[in-house]
């Protein structure tokens, strides 16, 4: 049985960090693609950032890029996220996902088993 869990969400005033962490098991996790997601209210889920199965590789919306980075460890089966330059439009659910091959995407139909998100809010 595949779980992600994520942690590290809350408040933070605008400009300010977060570091979410998203720990998984039940599959092997060096040799798949990890991914984030948020979700706002009233919107649609939609991608943030993904990394390959080594690391070597990151992908990043325009809308983060500059501010966010990915990570992962191996060693801990977990990826990261780190937050900065948080704005108010930041807030939503973060969810992360793991992907169906060593290499995934912006698509969350390249990603099957997904964590249950955590919420950050931004504040102005």
Same mark, same amino acid.
């Given at each position: 049985?595949?779980?992600?869990?994520? #942690? +590290?969400? +809350?408040?933070?005033?605008?400009?300010? #960090?977060?570091?979410?962490?998203?720990?998984?098991?039940?599959?092997? /996790?060096?040799? !798949?693609?990890?991914?984030?997601?948020?979700?706002?209210? +009233? *919107?649609?889920?939609?991608?943030?950032?993904?990394?390959?199965?080594?690391?070597?590789?990151?992908?990043?919306?325009?809308?983060? *890029?500059?501010?966010?980075?990915? #990570?992962?460890?191996?060693? *801990?089966?977990?990826?990261?996220?780190?937050?900065?330059?948080?704005?108010?439009?930041?807030?939503?659910? !973060?969810?992360?996902?793991?992907?169906?091959?060593?290499?995934? +995407?912006? /698509?969350?139909?390249? !990603?099957? !088993?997904?964590?249950?998100?955590?919420?950050?809010?931004? #504040?102005?």
């Amino acid at each position: 049985q595949v779980q992600l869990v994520e #942690s +590290g969400g +809350g408040l933070v005033q605008a400009g300010g #960090s977060l570091r979410l962490s998203c720990a998984a098991s039940g599959r092997t /996790f060096s040799t !798949y693609g990890m991914g984030w997601f948020r979700q706002a209210p +009233g *919107k649609e889920r939609e991608f943030v950032a993904a990394i390959s199965w080594s690391g070597g590789n990151t992908y990043y919306a325009d809308s983060v *890029k500059g501010r966010f980075t990915i #990570s992962r460890d191996n060693a *801990k089966n977990t990826v990261y996220l780190q937050m900065n330059s948080l704005k108010p439009e930041d807030t939503a659910v !973060y969810y992360c996902a793991i992907g169906r091959a060593r290499y995934s +995407g912006s /698509f969350q139909k390249d !990603y099957d !088993y997904w964590g249950q998100g955590t919420q950050v809010t931004v #504040s102005s």
